[in-house]
């Protein structure tokens, strides 16, 4: 297994594409063209018990299943303006429980899940690494550390004062703080009962749909989230759009 892992840049495959089709995880970080002072706001996500339901060190493509609306608040951030990059630690590559090429598996099918309801990820980056704990070597791209998010954000142009975080962990609220985005903590999966660290999150919500209303009403603080707050506000009463 260690093999498998050694000499390759954490969340990154570019140079593994599988046979019989596109890597759908190759991450290519060149960053995308945008003005030098245009920041964009985005939403990272953890994946287990946010985006698919939880379940201890999944294996198999079988195993994924979406959380119930977790593809249309997706789908609406994006539609908002927002980015949305799913950031995951992945250790059972390490332990043993999966393979790369597995977890590939995973994550393909997890894309196609979310394009049947009309959603998708702008990324996802993970972490196969161990924890320290468990005798890793203490890599910066493991959650809390910041190296995949700054990666996400050198690629998309991303201000992460003015981005946020949902994850259903203790692990993702220290993240978001560290990298000053708001931290908002969902009542599914670990529902933040893991005890790892001791931090509260700035805004607690049911789950990502509820966390994607937050987002979307109470921030407008983009040009695009203003616009779609003020189009529901028209249809709501009625108005003639702008």
């Not at 393979?99 to 899940?113: I, Q, S």
């Not at 700035?202 to 994607?212: D, E, G, I, T």
């Not at 407008?220 to 616009?227: V, W, Y």
Request: net charge positive; charged share 25%; with cysteine.
């Amino acid at each position: 297994m260690a093999s498998k892992i050694k000499g390759t840049s954490p969340g990154q495959f570019r140079a593994t594409r599988p046979k019989g089709g596109d890597n759908l995880l190759s991450l290519v970080d060149a960053p995308e063209r945008s003005p030098v002072a245009t920041r964009k706001a985005a939403v990272f996500l953890d994946r287990d018990g946010v985006v698919i339901e939880e379940v201890d060190y999944l294996s198999r493509p079988e195993q994924l299943k979406l959380i119930p609306g977790a593809a249309r608040a997706i789908a609406r951030l994006r539609k908002a303006g927002l980015k949305v990059v799913v950031i995951t630690n992945q250790s059972g590559v390490a332990r043993g429980y999966l393979t790369l090429k597995t977890l590939r598996e995973v994550h393909a099918l997890l894309r196609r899940r979310l394009a049947a309801q009309g959603a998708a990820l702008d990324g996802l980056y993970f972490c196969p690494h161990l924890p320290a704990r468990a005798g890793g070597k203490g890599c910066d791209c493991r959650k809390p550390g910041l190296s995949l998010l700054k990666r996400a954000q050198a690629r998309f142009h991303l201000d992460f004062s003015r981005s946020y975080f949902v994850g259903d962990s203790t692990t993702d609220v220290l993240t978001a703080k560290r990298a000053g985005c708001t931290a908002v903590l969902v009542r599914t999966g670990k529902a933040g009962r893991d005890g790892v660290y001791r931090v509260q999150p700035h805004r607690v919500c049911r789950n990502l749909p509820a966390a994607a209303d937050w987002i979307i009403g109470a921030g407008s603080r983009t040009p695009a989230l203003r616009r779609q707050a003020d189009g529901r506000r028209r249809h709501v009463q009625g108005l003639p759009g702008p």
